[in-house]
Protein backbone atom coordinates (compact mmCIF):
# COMPACT_ATOMS: atom_id res chain seq x y z
CA UNK A 1 0.00 0.00 0.00
CA UNK A 2 1.60 2.91 -1.40
CA UNK A 3 -1.13 5.99 -0.18
CA UNK A 4 -3.99 6.34 1.87
CA UNK A 5 -6.95 5.09 -0.12
CA UNK A 6 -10.32 6.75 0.23
CA UNK A 7 -11.78 4.02 1.91
CA UNK A 8 -8.87 4.31 4.63
CA UNK A 9 -9.95 7.58 5.05
CA UNK A 10 -13.08 7.09 6.51
CA UNK A 11 -11.39 5.29 9.68
CA UNK A 12 -9.02 8.43 9.91
CA UNK A 13 -11.45 11.19 9.49
CA UNK A 14 -14.23 12.99 10.90
CA UNK A 15 -12.55 14.77 14.31
CA UNK A 16 -14.09 15.06 17.23
CA UNK A 17 -12.70 15.91 21.08
CA UNK A 18 -9.43 13.99 21.53
CA UNK A 19 -9.49 10.83 23.64
CA UNK A 20 -7.99 11.45 26.72
CA UNK A 21 -4.38 12.56 25.63
CA UNK A 22 -3.97 9.26 23.25
CA UNK A 23 -0.77 9.49 21.40
CA UNK A 24 -0.01 7.38 18.13
CA UNK A 25 3.71 6.76 18.47
CA UNK A 26 5.31 5.46 15.06
CA UNK A 27 9.10 4.27 15.90
CA UNK A 28 11.15 4.11 12.44
CA UNK A 29 13.76 1.12 12.34
CA UNK A 30 15.13 -2.01 10.89
CA UNK A 31 11.61 -3.00 12.12
CA UNK A 32 8.84 -0.63 12.57
CA UNK A 33 7.10 -0.50 16.21
CA UNK A 34 4.26 1.02 16.49
CA UNK A 35 2.09 1.73 19.52
CA UNK A 36 -1.09 3.72 21.02
CA UNK A 37 -0.17 5.35 24.50
CA UNK A 38 -2.05 7.57 27.10
CA UNK A 39 -0.32 9.31 30.34
CA UNK A 40 2.78 6.89 29.83
CA UNK A 41 0.70 3.57 29.55
CA UNK A 42 1.10 1.48 26.13
CA UNK A 43 -2.28 1.32 25.33
CA UNK A 44 -1.74 -0.94 22.08
CA UNK A 45 1.17 -2.15 20.21
CA UNK A 46 2.71 -3.99 16.85
CA UNK A 47 5.86 -4.24 14.53
CA UNK A 48 5.29 -3.36 10.85
CA UNK A 49 8.71 -4.93 8.54
CA UNK A 50 10.28 -2.88 6.64
CA UNK A 51 10.07 -3.98 2.95
CA UNK A 52 13.22 -3.89 0.82
CA UNK A 53 13.06 -1.25 -1.51
CA UNK A 54 9.68 0.74 -0.69
CA UNK A 55 9.83 3.96 -0.25
CA UNK A 56 9.82 6.67 2.96
CA UNK A 57 6.09 7.37 2.01
CA UNK A 58 4.68 4.41 1.03
CA UNK A 59 6.29 2.77 4.53
CA UNK A 60 4.20 5.51 6.34
CA UNK A 61 1.25 5.01 4.89
CA UNK A 62 1.15 1.73 5.52
CA UNK A 63 2.23 2.48 9.27
CA UNK A 64 -0.70 5.34 9.59
CA UNK A 65 -3.03 2.22 8.29
CA UNK A 66 -2.01 -0.42 11.02
CA UNK A 67 -2.41 3.09 13.62
CA UNK A 68 -5.79 3.15 12.31
CA UNK A 69 -6.88 -0.66 12.87
CA UNK A 70 -5.30 -0.58 16.52
CA UNK A 71 -7.41 2.16 17.15
CA UNK A 72 -10.11 1.13 15.77
CA UNK A 73 -9.67 -2.15 17.96
CA UNK A 74 -9.54 0.27 20.88
CA UNK A 75 -12.54 2.03 20.01
CA UNK A 76 -11.66 4.87 18.64
CA UNK A 77 -10.32 6.67 15.35
CA UNK A 78 -6.92 8.04 14.28
CA UNK A 79 -7.72 11.48 14.16
CA UNK A 80 -8.77 11.31 17.76
CA UNK A 81 -5.62 10.85 19.06
CA UNK A 82 -4.13 14.17 20.32
CA UNK A 83 -1.51 13.56 18.15
CA UNK A 84 1.40 11.35 16.12
CA UNK A 85 5.22 11.10 17.56
CA UNK A 86 7.75 9.98 15.18
CA UNK A 87 10.83 8.61 16.86
CA UNK A 88 14.29 8.08 14.89
CA UNK A 89 17.88 7.53 15.16
CA UNK A 90 20.24 9.66 15.13
CA UNK A 91 19.52 13.89 15.73
CA UNK A 92 16.57 15.07 15.69
CA UNK A 93 15.63 18.76 14.96
CA UNK A 94 12.86 18.59 17.36
CA UNK A 95 11.51 22.00 16.58
CA UNK A 96 11.07 21.97 12.77
CA UNK A 97 10.39 18.55 13.48
CA UNK A 98 13.22 17.47 10.82
CA UNK A 99 15.75 14.85 10.31
CA UNK A 100 19.32 16.10 10.71
CA UNK A 101 21.23 12.03 10.13
CA UNK A 102 20.66 9.73 7.52
CA UNK A 103 18.58 6.12 8.43
CA UNK A 104 20.02 3.30 6.44
CA UNK A 105 16.64 1.89 5.51
CA UNK A 106 15.25 5.22 3.96
CA UNK A 107 17.95 7.08 2.07
CA UNK A 108 15.60 10.09 1.76
CA UNK A 109 14.51 10.57 5.40
CA UNK A 110 16.51 14.09 5.64
CA UNK A 111 14.70 15.79 2.39
CA UNK A 112 11.35 14.59 3.44
CA UNK A 113 8.62 16.73 4.67
CA UNK A 114 7.12 15.01 7.76
CA UNK A 115 4.86 17.73 8.67
CA UNK A 116 3.27 18.23 5.65
CA UNK A 117 3.03 15.11 4.96
CA UNK A 118 1.33 13.91 8.19
CA UNK A 119 -1.21 16.92 8.31
CA UNK A 120 -2.37 15.64 4.93
CA UNK A 121 -2.44 12.16 5.77
CA UNK A 122 -3.66 12.21 9.20
CA UNK A 123 -4.54 15.24 10.20
CA UNK A 124 -2.61 15.48 13.23
CA UNK A 125 -0.38 17.21 14.77
CA UNK A 126 3.49 16.12 14.66
CA UNK A 127 6.05 15.64 17.20
CA UNK A 128 9.32 13.92 16.38
CA UNK A 129 11.99 13.19 18.54
CA UNK A 130 15.48 11.13 19.01
CA UNK A 131 14.14 7.38 20.07
CA UNK A 132 16.64 7.23 23.11
CA UNK A 133 16.18 10.55 24.05
CA UNK A 134 12.25 9.16 24.10
CA UNK A 135 13.59 6.10 26.58
CA UNK A 136 15.18 8.49 28.76
CA UNK A 137 11.96 11.08 29.08
CA UNK A 138 10.11 7.78 29.81
CA UNK A 139 12.00 6.40 32.56
CA UNK A 140 12.15 10.14 33.80
CA UNK A 141 8.54 10.60 34.04
CA UNK A 142 7.01 7.21 34.33
CA UNK A 143 9.92 4.76 35.20
CA UNK A 144 12.74 3.85 37.48
CA UNK A 145 14.08 7.85 36.63
CA UNK A 146 11.14 9.17 38.56
CA UNK A 147 12.14 11.79 41.37
CA UNK A 148 15.69 12.04 39.66
CA UNK A 149 17.29 15.39 38.37
CA UNK A 150 20.76 13.75 36.98
CA UNK A 151 20.41 10.89 34.72
CA UNK A 152 22.36 8.97 32.20
CA UNK A 153 20.36 6.97 29.86
CA UNK A 154 22.58 3.72 28.27
CA UNK A 155 20.97 2.17 25.70
CA UNK A 156 22.91 -1.32 24.70
CA UNK A 157 21.75 -2.80 21.17
CA UNK A 158 22.64 -2.54 17.25
CA UNK A 159 24.35 1.33 18.32
CA UNK A 160 25.45 2.07 21.95
CA UNK A 161 23.05 5.02 21.81
CA UNK A 162 22.63 7.75 25.16
CA UNK A 163 21.00 11.02 26.24
CA UNK A 164 21.48 12.61 29.51
CA UNK A 165 18.92 15.26 32.00
CA UNK A 166 21.22 17.29 33.95
CA UNK A 167 19.59 19.40 36.92
CA UNK A 168 16.02 18.66 35.44
CA UNK A 169 16.76 20.21 31.76
CA UNK A 170 16.84 17.44 28.86
CA UNK A 171 20.16 18.26 27.23
CA UNK A 172 19.74 19.31 23.57
CA UNK A 173 22.33 21.54 22.10
CA UNK A 174 22.41 24.15 19.74
CA UNK A 175 22.73 21.43 17.21
CA UNK A 176 20.39 18.58 19.20
CA UNK A 177 22.94 16.26 19.61
CA UNK A 178 24.33 17.12 22.82
CA UNK A 179 23.91 14.18 25.27
CA UNK A 180 22.90 11.94 22.33
CA UNK A 181 27.21 10.89 21.19
CA UNK A 182 28.01 8.74 23.59
CA UNK A 183 28.46 5.39 21.54
CA UNK A 184 31.45 7.24 20.16
CA UNK A 185 33.56 7.90 23.33
CA UNK A 186 36.84 6.18 22.24
CA UNK A 187 37.72 3.69 24.04
CA UNK A 188 40.56 1.99 21.86
CA UNK A 189 43.14 3.74 20.17
CA UNK A 190 43.36 2.46 16.95
CA UNK A 191 40.36 0.53 17.04
CA UNK A 192 37.66 -0.36 15.10
CA UNK A 193 36.74 2.17 12.71
CA UNK A 194 33.31 3.35 13.18
CA UNK A 195 30.30 4.32 10.42
CA UNK A 196 29.87 7.57 8.59
CA UNK A 197 29.55 10.46 10.19
CA UNK A 198 31.60 9.34 12.71
CA UNK A 199 34.74 8.01 11.09
CA UNK A 200 37.04 7.40 13.88
CA UNK A 201 38.66 4.46 15.68
CA UNK A 202 37.65 2.93 18.54
CA UNK A 203 34.05 4.11 19.84
CA UNK A 204 32.38 2.48 22.18
CA UNK A 205 29.99 1.53 19.39
CA UNK A 206 32.38 0.14 17.06
CA UNK A 207 34.27 -1.68 19.55
CA UNK A 208 31.24 -2.85 21.83
CA UNK A 209 27.55 -2.90 19.97
CA UNK A 210 25.21 -5.78 18.41
CA UNK A 211 26.89 -4.67 14.78
CA UNK A 212 29.85 -5.42 15.26
CA UNK A 213 29.31 -8.56 16.96
CA UNK A 214 29.73 -10.73 14.24
CA UNK A 215 33.28 -9.57 13.58
CA UNK A 216 34.54 -9.59 17.31
CA UNK A 217 33.36 -13.16 17.52
CA UNK A 218 35.00 -14.68 13.87
CA UNK A 219 38.31 -12.80 14.66
CA UNK A 220 38.43 -14.09 17.92
CA UNK A 221 41.41 -16.84 18.34
CA UNK A 222 38.74 -19.92 19.60
CA UNK A 223 36.07 -18.86 16.96
CA UNK A 224 37.26 -22.58 15.30
CA UNK A 225 36.22 -24.11 18.57
CA UNK A 226 33.02 -22.10 19.14
CA UNK A 227 29.83 -23.83 18.84
CA UNK A 228 28.53 -20.06 17.75
CA UNK A 229 30.02 -21.43 14.08
CA UNK A 230 26.81 -22.92 13.86
CA UNK A 231 24.94 -19.59 14.36
CA UNK A 232 23.79 -18.08 10.70
CA UNK A 233 23.08 -14.48 12.84
CA UNK A 234 25.35 -13.52 15.90
CA UNK A 235 23.54 -11.29 18.23
CA UNK A 236 23.45 -10.73 21.93
CA UNK A 237 20.57 -13.50 22.69
CA UNK A 238 22.70 -15.64 20.65
CA UNK A 239 25.98 -14.56 22.49
CA UNK A 240 24.04 -14.80 25.99
CA UNK A 241 22.93 -18.65 24.98
CA UNK A 242 26.07 -19.80 24.30
CA UNK A 243 28.06 -18.08 27.35
CA UNK A 244 25.18 -20.35 29.45
CA UNK A 245 26.21 -23.55 27.46
CA UNK A 246 29.57 -22.55 28.85
CA UNK A 247 31.31 -21.58 25.37
CA UNK A 248 34.67 -19.87 26.08
CA UNK A 249 34.59 -17.73 23.01
CA UNK A 250 30.81 -16.48 23.70
CA UNK A 251 32.43 -15.52 27.49
CA UNK A 252 35.33 -14.07 26.61
CA UNK A 253 33.23 -11.80 23.71
CA UNK A 254 30.88 -10.53 26.98
CA UNK A 255 33.61 -9.99 29.37
CA UNK A 256 35.30 -7.45 26.21
CA UNK A 257 32.04 -6.20 25.94
CA UNK A 258 30.99 -5.88 29.79
CA UNK A 259 34.57 -3.82 30.09
CA UNK A 260 34.01 -1.46 27.44
CA UNK A 261 30.24 -0.36 28.26
CA UNK A 262 31.96 0.13 32.01
CA UNK A 263 34.74 2.34 30.80
CA UNK A 264 32.28 4.26 28.44
CA UNK A 265 29.78 5.00 31.60
CA UNK A 266 32.95 5.78 33.68
CA UNK A 267 33.81 8.85 31.17
CA UNK A 268 30.33 9.97 30.57
CA UNK A 269 29.92 9.82 34.14
CA UNK A 270 33.00 12.27 34.62
CA UNK A 271 31.51 14.16 32.31
CA UNK A 272 27.98 14.60 32.88
CA UNK A 273 27.88 13.61 36.85
CA UNK A 274 24.66 11.61 36.80
CA UNK A 275 23.15 10.26 40.29
CA UNK A 276 20.99 7.33 38.20
CA UNK A 277 22.41 6.09 35.44
CA UNK A 278 19.92 3.92 33.19
CA UNK A 279 20.94 1.02 31.34
CA UNK A 280 18.27 0.25 28.28
CA UNK A 281 18.52 -2.98 26.02
CA UNK A 282 16.88 -6.34 26.02
CA UNK A 283 20.26 -8.52 27.29
CA UNK A 284 20.91 -6.10 30.50
CA UNK A 285 17.16 -6.27 31.23
CA UNK A 286 16.90 -10.01 30.99
CA UNK A 287 20.00 -10.94 33.16
CA UNK A 288 20.99 -9.21 36.06
CA UNK A 289 24.84 -10.69 36.46
CA UNK A 290 25.38 -8.44 33.48
CA UNK A 291 24.17 -5.19 35.04
CA UNK A 292 26.35 -6.59 38.00
CA UNK A 293 29.61 -7.08 36.08
CA UNK A 294 29.32 -3.31 34.54
CA UNK A 295 28.64 -2.33 38.46
CA UNK A 296 31.78 -4.20 39.51
CA UNK A 297 34.24 -2.61 36.41
CA UNK A 298 32.60 0.79 36.87
CA UNK A 299 33.46 0.93 40.58
CA UNK A 300 37.15 0.04 39.78
CA UNK A 301 38.02 2.59 37.16
CA UNK A 302 35.71 5.85 38.60
CA UNK A 303 36.60 8.34 40.39
CA UNK A 304 36.20 7.90 43.76
CA UNK A 305 33.63 10.74 44.45
CA UNK A 306 31.37 9.17 41.80
CA UNK A 307 31.24 5.52 43.07
CA UNK A 308 27.47 6.59 44.68
CA UNK A 309 25.93 6.75 41.42
CA UNK A 310 23.29 4.60 40.88
CA UNK A 311 23.27 2.19 38.15
CA UNK A 312 19.22 0.81 36.84
CA UNK A 313 18.17 -1.95 34.14
CA UNK A 314 15.69 0.50 32.51
CA UNK A 315 11.61 -0.82 32.95
CA UNK A 316 10.94 -1.59 29.45
CA UNK A 317 13.59 -2.57 27.19
CA UNK A 318 11.94 -2.79 24.12
CA UNK A 319 9.22 0.39 24.61
CA UNK A 320 10.49 2.80 26.63
CA UNK A 321 10.44 5.47 24.14
CA UNK A 322 6.59 5.31 23.42
CA UNK A 323 6.24 6.23 27.07
CA UNK A 324 8.51 9.58 26.19
CA UNK A 325 6.68 10.06 23.15
CA UNK A 326 3.40 10.00 25.57
CA UNK A 327 5.03 12.84 27.68
CA UNK A 328 6.42 14.92 24.90
CA UNK A 329 2.73 15.33 23.88
CA UNK A 330 2.20 16.29 27.85
CA UNK A 331 4.20 18.87 27.29
Known amino acids: MNQVTDSWFQIISHKSESNDNIVAVVELGKETSLALVQKGEILMSKKLDVIQGESLKGHLARAVHSLGLLCKNHGIKLI ?3 GLCILVEGI ?6 IPLSKLEYFEEIQDFNFKEWVQVNTGLQLRMENITRSELLGEWNYG ?8 LQFT ?10 MNGEVLVGRNFSQGLLGGHVIVKQNGQRCNAPCNSYGCLESEASERVLAQLVKEHELYKESSLRNESVIGFPELRAHVEKGDGCAKQILDHCIEYWALGLVSLTHLFEP ?6 GKLVHDDDTILQSIRKVFDQRVWDERRGVKINKCSVPDAGSFKGASFIFEN
Open 80 to 82: NCV
Open 92 to 97: VDNRNM
Open 144 to 151: VGKGCENI
Open 156 to 165: IGNRIATSVI
Open 275 to 280: ELIIIG
